[in-house]
C-alpha cells in the first residue's frame, strides 16, 4: 500500500497565500520519492490511491475505491523546514507540509530529513 511521501526537489518553488482554485478536484498518487536511502516508487496503475481536495475544506484519501483517511485541510504560507515561508497544507492535524502546485502536477512534501514527495496528477 502507498499513501504519502515527501522529498526535496526544484518542483516545490510556486503557490503562494491562500488556496488555489485549481487546487480542489482528485488527484491520482503517481510517485512516491525521497526518504532514507532515496525510495524512488512508481504507483501502479491499477490500485490507484486518489485525494480528493473540495472546496470546503474536506479531503478525502481512497486506495483501491476505499476510504482510508478523510477529514479538514488548511492552505498556509509557513516556515516549515526553513526560517522562509512556504506554500504548505496541513491535514486534520498533522504538522504543515509543503506544497506545490504545477499545471495539472501537485507535489506535496519534502525530502529534507528523510522525508518523501508524493507526486499527484489531476484525474479529469
Known amino acids: 500500500a502507498i499513501y504519502t511521501v ?4 526544484p518542483h516545490l ?3 503562494g497565500p491562500g488556496i488555489q482554485p485549481s487546487l ?19 504507483a501502479p496503475a491499477d490500485s490507484p490511491v486518489i485525494l480528493t481536495l473540495n472546496s470546503d475544506s474536506s479531503f478525502f484519501l481512497q ?8 477529514g479538514i485541510f488548511h492552505i498556509t504560507d509557513t516556515p516549515v523546514n526553513s526560517g522562509t515561508p512556504q506554500p504548505a497544507i496541513i491535514f486534520a492535524k498533522e504538522a504543515p ?7 495539472d502536477t501537485l507535489y ?9 514527495i508524493r507526486t499527484y496528477l489531476k484525474v479529469n
Not at 6 to 9: E, P
Not at 63 to 70: A, G, K, P, Y
Not at 109 to 116: R, S
Open 6 to 9: 515527501t522529498s526535496c526537489r
Open 13 to 15: 518553488l510556486c503557490c
Open 24 to 42: 480542489f478536484g482528485s488527484w491520482r498518487l503517481t510517485r512516491v520519492e525521497g526518504g532514507i536511502g532515496g525510495v524512488d516508487i512508481d
Open 63 to 70: 486506495e483501491r475505491s476505499v476510504l482510508i483517511d478523510s
Open 97 to 103: 507540509t509543503p506544497y506545490s502546485l504545477v499545471s
Open 108 to 116: 506535496i512534501g519534502t525530502d529534507i530529513y528523510d522525508g518523501l
